[in-house]
Structure formats: C-alpha cells, structure tokens
C-alpha cells in the first residue's frame, strides 16, 4: 500500500483511539511506520536523503521500544502493508502530521497517569517522537534544496534574459524576415 494512504490510516485511526491502551498501540504504530517509510527511503529513495532515511528507521526503532510492545493483534501493523513511497514530499509532510499527533497524544497519557512507569514511558517515546520529526523536516529541507538546485540548473544564467524573457528564435525572425 502506498505511504500516504497508510499514514491516513494511521491519523484516523490515532484520531479513534480511546483509552490508553489504545493511544500507546497507535503511537507505535505511527513509530512503525515511519520506521518503514525511512527504511523504505534508505533503499530506493533520492540518493540525497538516504542517509537521513536510514536515521529515520534508526531513531523509530528505538522509539518502537521506548513503548514496549502494545496489544497489537497478530498481523494488523500497518507498516508491513507499505509498498512503496510515490509522493516523497507529500508522503514526509503527512508523516511529520502523523507523528505530532501522536506525540501530543503520548503528552496526554503521561500527564493522565498516576503509574510512574508508564509516564516515563510516554516520556521516553515523546522524546524518539520529537527526534523523528526532527529528521522528517531534515528530509524536507533537503529535499527542497535539492529540488531548487535543479530548478535554479534548468535556468540558466536568467540575469541576462532581461525583464520579458528570452524571445525565441533568430532577431528578426518574428517579422517574417529570414
């Protein structure tokens, strides 16, 4: 299934989610994913954010185990539907959406209980949250650095095109004259 799709499916079902038990599973999820995406970045996304992908994946995992492991059925982690990753951009922006959401949901557990193992928990994840968002926007940012690069390559030396653009063709040749 393709990334955005399934980071979706993961706001919408985060947005559902009621209880703790509920909350702590979808925010795993969301590590998950974006574990997935990041790997799946790693190995065939732009050469330029490989090495920001594969971190990603690195931080996700740590985040995945700062929330032990939820009641989440046999078979049912969204990440391991995901194929592929179409819309880089888009599918980076949606996740740095899907993770806020999910780090605020973790500050609303942590400030809910009274079990100081399960605040330093929600604590820890937070932290891998935040870390993971952190490397998102990085992807951006590369990302639209490399895309203004390649605009700026396609555009060459625009200074001297005056304020109309360049008028195709010989001087001249507009007139009718050879």
Request: charged share 25%; glycine share 12%.
């Amino acid at each position: 299934m393709e990334a955005e799709r399934l980071i979706e499916a993961g706001r919408s079902a985060l947005a559902q989610s009621r209880g703790v038990p509920a909350v702590m599973a979808e925010a795993w999820q969301a590590q998950a994913l974006a574990r997935a995406v990041g790997g799946q970045l790693a190995r065939s996304g732009p050469v330029e954010l490989r090495t920001e992908a594969r971190g990603l994946s690195e931080t996700c995992a740590l985040g995945s185990a700062a929330l032990d492991h939820p009641m989440v059925p046999s078979g049912s982690v969204r990440a391991s539907q995901l194929t592929e990753v179409s819309h880089v951009a888009r599918a980076l922006s949606s996740l740095v959406l899907l993770l806020g959401e999910a780090g605020i949901a973790l500050v609303g557990v942590a400030c809910g209980t009274e079990e100081e193992g399960l605040y330093w928990q929600c604590i820890e994840a937070i932290d891998a949250v935040d870390e993971s968002v952190d490397r998102v926007h990085g992807m951006l940012r590369r990302l639209a650095e490399h895309t203004g690069d390649r605009e700026r390559a396609r555009e060459p030396d625009r200074e001297r095109d005056g304020p109309h653009g360049v008028l195709g063709g010989q001087a001249g040749s507009a007139a009718g004259q050879p």
